[in-house]
């Protein structure tokens, strides 16, 4: 926060008020947020202050005009006054070249440069070759053309500083053909907060701080420890989250593996949704994601489900929990499961895989019609 100074007429006694208001101020937020701030904030700063992050950081100044990356590795290094010039990104990034001392990453930035300015000399193949260059330097980026302009300009689809590792994971209903991805940037973006299936068509997004968390919590419930005060999948920690934990972990060696993989199922399952049926609905995805975890570790799954039902009244996915049980409920002939989920639980896993199925494939073959 910075403070304007104003000398005209302030009283020495009001500006004595307004500084001790001004850091009491600031001394709770920081010790509110601190925490919070200092890792987002020194992680960023560790990351991108090396030569790969800098090459980064001035890649998306370059493209995208955009100059946080680049005050991110030095702070002010291009302020306001630079942004009003003409030019300035295809100029900063000319200096920059200068600066560069790798010789293979000279090599590379100047050939990002002619890309920059020469785009009808590149064809798909050259601009793949490129961006496989750029991912073994953690610069994972897609080029593609924009057909609108005659110039054939080249833009990006998206560009990350971090790694993606392709996933071998099935998922339990779909055949997913293409190759998806999981995305871990190295610094801190709005889009990459929770887990999500992400824009892009081709990545998902696993935040490893939630798996980590369920992990904590389940192995304390198989090590029968006190966890009152903690949150599974965002929920208060029931009397049915304990059962399914318990039932779904025989050994606590699988745990990690196995809240991983109900991760990726789950958004693998939101981003065919995108992909294949350009498909967005809240409460849907949330349903067929949860069948598919479901079916795919049934325990698990309704661990999952039942912490959807402790959340906001008007939350996607506790409406898809509620939807999933009252399917359940009527197509097996036992309606009192809906007003007495709990009971769900002891129901025989065919029987559960066999209508969590029958729920997944009508939701989907209506999405057909």
């Given amino acids: 926060m910075k403070i304007q100074k104003k000398y005209k007429s302030i009283q020495i006694f009001a500006l004595i008020l307004f500084l001790i208001s001004f850091l009491s101020s600031g001394m709770l937020n920081a010790k509110k947020n601190s925490t919070q701030w ?4 020194q992680s960023n700063l560790i990351n991108i202050r090396n030569t790969n992050g800098k090459f980064y950081a001035y890649i998306v100044l370059l493209f995208n005009e955009n100059p946080h990356f680049v005050n991110l590795v ?31 990453i000279e090599k590379l930035a100047k050939r990002i440069l002619s890309i920059y300015q020469n785009p009808l000399k590149y064809n798909k193949k050259d601009l793949l070759l490129v961006q496989n260059q750029l991912e073994k330097l953690n610069i994972i980026l897609r080029f593609s053309k924009n057909t609108r ?18 996933i071998n994971i099935k998922h339990p209903f779909f055949n997913i053909k293409e190759k998806i991805y999981n995305i871990q940037p190295f610094i801190y973006y709005d889009e990459f907060s929770t887990s999500n299936s992400t824009f892009y068509f081709d990545m998902i997004y696993i935040n490893s701080e939630e798996v980590e968390n369920d992990f904590y919590i389940a192995k304390m419930i198989i090590d029968n420890k006190n ?23 025989p050994n606590s060696k699988s745990i990690k593996n196995k ?11 939101h981003k065919v949704l995108n992909n294949q049926y350009n498909y967005y609905d809240n409460v849907t995805g ?8 479901i079916y795919a570790d049934p325990y698990l799954g309704l661990s999952v489900m039942y912490s959807y039902l402790d959340y906001n009244i008007n939350n996607p996915h506790r409406i898809a929990a509620n ?6 409920a009527k197509r097996i002939g036992k309606l009192d499961l809906i007003s007495n989920p709990s009971d ?10 066999k209508v969590t199925e029958e729920h997944f494939n009508t939701i989907i073959n209506n999405l057909k019609k």
């Fill in 74 to 104: 030095q702070e002010d290094s291009i302020p306001l006054k630079v942004i009003q010039k003409e030019r300035y990104n295809l100029n900063e990034y000319k200096n920059y070249l200068l600066s560069v001392k790798n010789s293979k």
């Fill in 286 to 293: 949330e349903e067929l994601s949860l069948s598919s975890t």
């Fill in 259 to 269: 809240i991983w993989k109900m991760f990726i199922i789950h958004e693998l399952t």
């Fill in 344 to 353: 769900l639980k002891y129901l025989n896993i065919k029987k559960i895989k």
């Fill in 149 to 166: 302009v005659q110039s054939g300009k080249i833009v990006l689809d998206y560009c990350i500083y971090g790694i993606k590792k392709i």
């Fill in 227 to 249: 966890i009152e005060t903690m949150f599974f999948v965002g929920a208060r920690v029931s009397e049915d989250i304990k059962y399914c934990i318990i039932k779904a972990f």
């Fill in 38 to 41: 200092n890792h987002d904030t």
């Fill in 323 to 328: 939807n999933y049980i009252r399917f359940v």
